[in-house]
Structures are given as C-alpha cells and as structure tokens.
C-alpha cells in the first residue's frame, strides 16, 4: 500500500467549474500535511499547509480528517491558470522534514 | 522568499559516465538538504538527506556508492550520480528548508533533468 495515495486523473474540467482532490495517507503518526502545486517538467510549489480545522485561501479550501487520514482540496471557480498535478503531501514530523509525496492528481481546464 | 538554485537545469550524458548536480541556496543557510529523484508520472522520492559536515543518510533501497552526497557548505549540496545508466534518467530535485523553523518553509529547486543514453 502507497503511504500516500491519490486518484491519477486526469480531471477535465470547464472553466468556472468547481473541483475537489482527495488523498488517503497510511501513516497515523503523520503531523504534517500540506498541498503541492507542480506544473509539466517544473519543481513543486507549495500551495497551502492543511489543518485539523480546515483553512481556506481564495478560491482554494483543504481539509484534514485525522481519525479517517484523509486530505481534501477544493477549488472553486476553476481558471485555466489552475492547470497543472496537484500533489498531497505529508510529513511524520512538524518539522521542514522528510516530506512524502502522492503521485499527484492531474487537473486540466478548459474553455 | 527563500531561492533554491540547481545546476545544471538538464544534462544529458552516455552510459558509464558520472554527472554531478548541484543544489544551492542562493539567500539563506541551509545544514541540511534534501536530494528527491522524480520518474514520469510517479510522485517524487526522497533520496536521501544531506547533512553539512557529515554523512548524508540514505532512505532504504538508495546505493550510497552510486549517488554521492557531499555537503561541503551552509549553501550547497552535490548529487554524483556515478557510472550512469539509462534506468538513471529522471529528474532530481534538491530542497532545503528555510530558517525560519516553520514546518511548511521547504523551498525545492527547479529539478535537474538527466538522460542517459
């Protein structure tokens, strides 16, 4: 079992569309948990931290339910700018440390 | 914020050969590094975490003798992938934390993309 698993997409959207990623993590320790935005051939960047209590930014809202280990993002109002992999990661520590990644959730928008 | 730089940005090399990758910070300290290997359409993988001044550890399944890790300064961190070969093609992405301590400041390189021929 990956320690971080994702649905592959890809998911084909329209513009305006809202769409929500989801990811299971296996590691019940894990204390750190964040959504990670890599365009084609580019590095990682980060796009939010995700909280126990939920946290939004913008058009983009994640979620973290501990007992179930599950991640969510949700982004609404989707722009063609939003095309790209959408990473779940996450840490066994609550330090800049050791990160583990999904394989990533691809989003294309269209017109 | 914080810039990570990485050198060269691909390279592209023949079967037997070494290629030596370099990751640095541009604006900050960083004592430890982190050296991922990203295959198409596979998530990245920790290679390994460089430490300034001492042994790099190596995560399970990573030959140590095969990728050489030195971290001979606050700012940069080399990967020799040594005696390379096809199945050595990916794209490697170096990462340092930042300063601040914050658990969600760890800036990544623009990744190096190798292909062996």
């Known amino acids: 079992r990956k320690e971080v698993e994702q649905d592959p997409g890809p998911f084909n959207v329209p513009e305006g569309a809202t769409v929500a990623f989801n990811c299971t993590y296996s590691?019940?320790?894990?204390?750190?948990f964040f959504w990670y935005r890599q365009d084609c051939r580019k590095e990682p960047k980060l796009l939010m931290s995700?909280?126990?209590s939920g946290n939004e930014d913008g058009r983009f809202t994640a979620q973290l339910n501990r007992a179930s280990q599950y991640i969510s993002l949700l982004i609404r109002d989707s722009k063609l700018s939003d095309s790209a992999t959408y990473l779940c990661?996450?840490?066994?520590?609550?330090?800049?440390?050791?990160?583990?990644f999904g394989t990533g959730t691809r989003l294309q928008v269209t017109l | 914020g914080a810039v990570v730089s990485q050198h060269p940005s691909w390279v592209i090399c023949k079967s037997g050969t070494s290629v030596k990758i370099e990751c640095r910070s541009l604006?900050?300290?960083?004592?430890?590094m982190f050296w991922y290997r990203q295959f198409p359409k596979q998530s990245l993988m920790l290679m390994a975490t460089?430490?300034?001044?001492?042994?790099?550890?190596?995560e399970q399944g990573v030959e140590k003798d095969k990728f050489l890790i030195n971290h001979a300064s606050l700012t940069l961190s080399t990967l020799t992938v040594t005696s390379a070969h096809p199945e050595d093609s990916s794209f490697y992405i170096c990462?340092?934390?930042?300063?601040?301590?914050?658990?969600?400041?760890?800036?990544f390189g623009p990744g190096t993309r190798l292909t062996v021929l």
């Open positions: 990462s340092a934390p930042g300063t601040s301590g914050s658990w969600d400041t760890q800036y």
């Open positions: 590691n019940s320790a894990s204390q750190s």
């Open positions: 604006d900050f300290q960083a004592t430890t």
């Open positions: 990661v996450v840490s066994d520590t609550g330090t800049a440390s050791k990160l583990t």
């Open positions: 460089s430490n300034e001044g001492s042994k790099a550890t190596y």
């Open positions: 995700v909280y126990s």
